[in-house]
């Protein structure tokens, strides 16, 4: 285990529902990350945060809205989504300092499907 | 803008045979950091190894050994005597350091060794 956990493992929605993806971290870490993993396209990074604040978001859909109460929790919020967001959604931490760049730590991931 | 490329979509090897990934990456930062991942089928993204774009030194960890080549933009990864379970998506990734965190992403190659 890296020491960051995501809930639930899997999950099966349809396009009206409202639902919602949990990642903690255990590392004592500063940033975390939503990536998207699909069949067809590389990891592609959705959102980050730094100290709680969100710092990038990649041109993402509204329909995902994400949250970072702390700096161990972090949820993607998913609302009306469309088939095509099906995919892996990966979770990732990282100690940032100024002078260097760490890597990251993933977690196991969210099976998404949307029907 | 940072690139990574890995050509190699899926490689097919036999156990014991020695095996080479390849990552060509692109950037006009000056100090940059590379990052080898490997994905086993359970998904989760697995941290291998770091290099910062000011040490060329090669790295060798028990089997697996890199190669970093600034002359050639490349910093390839060597499996020796490969097992089964080393069978699994490997992505090569970059950050420049002017990016903040963000971590630009290979396609990813797909190793499979058999018995």
């Known amino acids: 285990e890296t020491g960051v956990t995501q809930t639930p493992r899997h999950l099966v929605m349809g396009m009206t529902n409202k639902k919602s993806l949990k990642c903690e971290q255990h590392l004592g870490h500063n940033a975390m990350y939503w990536y998207k993993q699909s069949a067809k396209k590389p990891l592609e990074l959705m959102f980050v945060y730094n100290f709680k604040e969100q710092t990038e978001n990649n041109s993402v859909p509204s329909r995902f809205s994400p949250e970072c109460p702390n700096s161990s929790h972090l949820f993607l919020h998913l609302h009306t989504l469309q088939p095509e967001d099906s995919a892996l959604y990966l979770c990732?931490?990282?100690?940032?300092?100024?002078?260097?760049?760490?890597?990251?730590?993933f977690g196991p991931g969210t099976r998404l499907t949307v029907l | 803008a940072q690139k990574v490329t890995q050509a190699q979509t899926e490689i097919s090897v036999v156990e014991k045979e020695d095996v080479t990934l390849d990552c060509v990456y692109e950037?006009?930062?000056?100090?940059?950091?590379l990052f080898w991942y490997k994905q086993p089928p359970s998904g989760e993204l697995v941290f291998l190894i770091r290099r910062n774009s000011f040490d060329e030194q090669n790295e060798i960890s028990g089997r697996y050994s890199w190669n970093f080549q600034k002359s050639t933009s490349s910093f390839n990864f060597t499996i020796t005597a490969s097992q089964v379970v080393d069978s699994a998506v490997y992505f090569c990734a970059l950050s420049e350091r002017n990016a903040g965190n963000m971590l630009t992403f290979g396609g990813g190659t797909r190793l499979m060794v058999k018995p």
């Open positions: 950037t006009r930062d000056t100090t940059y950091y």
């Open positions: 990732a931490s990282s100690l940032q300092r100024r002078s260097s760049y760490n890597e990251q730590f």
